[in-house]
């Protein structure tokens, strides 16, 4: 244990892997950055920003994948079965966190770690294997081409029982812009081309196996917690997130109004009945793969072809933003489709979301008579499922149109011209998740302002109103969501604690209890300004400046059906820009959104940014 960290819960030391020398070093941190910056999202920007300089291109060698723990990985805790990539995302070429499931955390934990960095770039496919402090460098050339699940299952053939495996698929080998990582087969790093990191090192995947055992600093306390958190999950009935996990979401966001479908040119899908819970129940398996350490079990497992291999039945795993983006989105209510898109893409190692954006894109184009059938090969239409997995598979090929698709829909619009930039529907460069800002008030802004670009998962206004007046009254509230959001990703517990069953205020206890420092609900606000503000200057650095705030041409369409009949994101631009002018205000930065000299001082990053 590294004799500088003066508290529980973390080990006080960053593993540095070199892929082109095939060295590894110890860095040793100061309690004061663990204080400042936590772990997981907090810690990933603190490195990021220390070790990168401005314009470094994501996929040369000179990028950093920060694989992250946060200080409750390790601990006997629950809800903490998670962990955090963070890099410089070649979609967006700003900075990324990306948080997965699985047990690759508790394992770089329990190797005495609090990060595993990686850098370099191995001159032929190779895998690291990671066992306490002995790091080996194995040949993948038998692995280079094959999907995750098959990848996943031979790496744990052939290394210690137990080990958390995190693998890329054949996307993330061709460098495709929206490639991910899957972690234990049902857990993915989606969202910015982290996939395409991996690939660009020749690194085919991790595997973590440790044996040492953390402490938290007060085990009373800490055990408190857990029972208390985990009785309130147990007692609560009738809650069908329960049995049916985040599949319960399809038929709220279609009665508020914020599904997406047909590439958004919708908020409401008339299908969406037939991919409920209620319908595809009859396929799940039982089989849970959820994360470690995990009361709610959300993860479920369905029934399916192998798109690959018909006859052959295989389980998928989709989530609330597959069913909006490879469902909604693409005009397909098949249930059964919507798995085999959704067992494809993680066989190939693709973002839903992102790949299901490019594939409604280019069925946006091709209906508006924007894109020609001899572009693309065949009629491309919403609802078609045959053309969606056809053309997926293109996508992480880089086959004809899918080499375009491949770049993200900012640039594919950019390169097509043609009028299709307004169908490409993004916040700097990523994609929207499966949530129509035309539907809830203040939800716009949260896209506009995330740092990673177009992410849901950035704090929303606490507000059930649709966007029917003005947004200013929300805007605050937006910022304590952000911040207690900052908060989840660095501990790193899960997102669907935000209301139930672990409050804000029980993040801060479990934070105390296991590392002893004294965190309370003004320093976690605080805490989050920081973390914010420093990926704010980095991104400002890599050339974000007020004008890349802002939200696409679709989500200013007044919408003409459903729940959300009329609606915009915002009443007008006006407004818009007045709720920006009150968020740069309220975090401490200029009408451009530049953070001031004074808030850099007053946050305590003047020695890392000045």
């Known amino acids: ?30 309690p004061g950055v663990y204080e400042n910056f936590v772990g ?12 990168l300089d401005t314009g470094v291109d994501p996929l040369s060698p000179d990028n950093v994948l920060f694989f992250m723990t946060g200080p409750l990985q390790g601990l006997p805790a629950v809800m903490v079965g998670r962990w955090t990539l963070v890099t410089k995302s070649p979609l967006t070429g700003l900075f990324l966190d990306t948080h997965c499931g699985g047990p690759i955390g508790r394992e770089i934990k329990n190797s005495g770690f609090d990060a595993i960095a990686v850098t ?10 990671i066992e306490d402090d002995k790091v080996t460098f194995n040949d993948a050339q038998n692995l280079w081409g094959k999907g995750t699940q098959e990848s996943t299952r031979l790496l744990h053939e052939s290394t210690p029982k137990n080990s958390a495996v995190y693998v890329i698929g054949p996307a993330g080998e061709n460098l495709v812009l929206s490639a991910m990582g899957c972690c234990e087969y049902a857990h993915q790093t989606g969202r910015g081309g982290s996939g395409a990191v991996l690939g660009s090192k020749n690194l085919k995947g991790v595997v973590v196996k440790g044996t040492q055992k953390l402490t938290p600093a ?65 396929w799940i398996t039982g089989n849970h793969l959820s994360c470690p350490h995990c009361i709610i079990q959300c993860t479920h497992s369905y029934k399916t072809e192998d798109p690959n ?36 893409a993680d066989d190939l190692g693709l973002d839903t979301i992102g790949a299901g954006a490019a594939i409604g894109f280019a069925m946006d184009a091709f209906e508006s008579g924007l ?33 375009v698709l491949a770049r993200g829909v900012r640039t594919a619009a950019e390169e097509l011209g043609r009028g299709t930039e307004k169908l490409a529907v993004h916040v700097k460069g990523l994609e929207v998740a499966a949530w129509d800002p035309r539907g809830k008030r203040g939800v716009g802004l949260s896209y506009a302002t995330a740092d990673v670009g177009g992410h849901h998962l950035r704090g929303w206004p606490q507000t059930a109103e649709k966007p029917d007046a003005s947004a200013i009254d929300v805007i605050e509230s937006m910022i304590t969501e952000r911040d207690t959001k900052i908060l989840t990703d660095s501990l ?10 672990l409050t804000r205020d029980e993040k801060i206890q479990l934070l105390n209890s296991g590392t002893g420092v004294s965190y309370d609900d003004a320093r976690v606000t605080e805490f989050g300004q920081r973390v914010e503000t420093l990926i704010r200057l980095f991104n400002i650095n890599e050339g974000i400046t007020r004008k890349d ?12 059906i459903g729940p959300s009949k009329g609606m915009k994101a915002f009443i007008d631009k006006e407004d818009f820009e007045k709720s920006l002018d009150l968020y740069y205000e309220l975090k401490g930065w200029d009408k451009d959104g530049i953070p001031t000299k004074e808030t850099i001082e007053k946050l305590g990053l003047g020695s890392i940014v000045l």
């Not at 370099?120 to 294997?129: F, H, R």
């Not at 069913?323 to 898109?341: E, H, K, P, R, V």
């Not at 705030?549 to 003409?560: A, C, H, K, N, S």
């Open 549 to 560: 705030d802002i939200l696409p041409p679709r989500f200013w369409e007044p919408e003409t």
């Open 40 to 51: 997981g999202k907090g810690l990933g920007a603190y490195l990021l920003y220390r070790e």
């Open 1 to 30: 244990m590294c004799t500088h960290v003066k508290y529980k819960g973390w080990t006080g030391k960053i593993l540095w892997v070199d892929l082109t020398t095939k060295t590894t070093r110890v860095e040793e941190l100061s």
């Open 120 to 129: 370099g770039k191995s001159d032929s496919p190779v895998t690291i294997l």
């Open 218 to 282: 007060d085990p009373h306390s800490f055990g408190a917690i857990r029972k208390a958190v985990t009785k309130k999950w147990n007692d609560k009935k009738d809650y069908d997130f329960k049995d049916y996990g985040t599949a319960v979401l399809v038929e709220i966001a279609n009665e508020r109004g914020q599904f997406p479908t047909r590439n958004w040119r919708n908020t409401y899908f008339e299908g969406y009945e037939s991919i409920t819970p209620e319908e595809t129940k009859q």
């Open 371 to 403: 894109l020609e059938e001899s572009e693309i090969g065949f009629p491309l239409r919403f609802g078609d499922g045959a053309a969606a997995l056809k053309l997926m598979r293109m996508i992480a090929n880089k086959e004809g149109i899918g080499k």
């Open 309 to 344: 291999n018909p006859g052959v039945e295989v389980e998928s795993t989709p989530e609330y933003e597959t069913f909006g983006m490879c469902g909604g989105n693409l005009g397909i209510s098949d249930a059964q489709t919507l798995f085999q898109l959704n067992y494809l």
């Open 492 to 501: 790193v517990v899960c997102h669907f604690t935000w209301h139930f069953p």
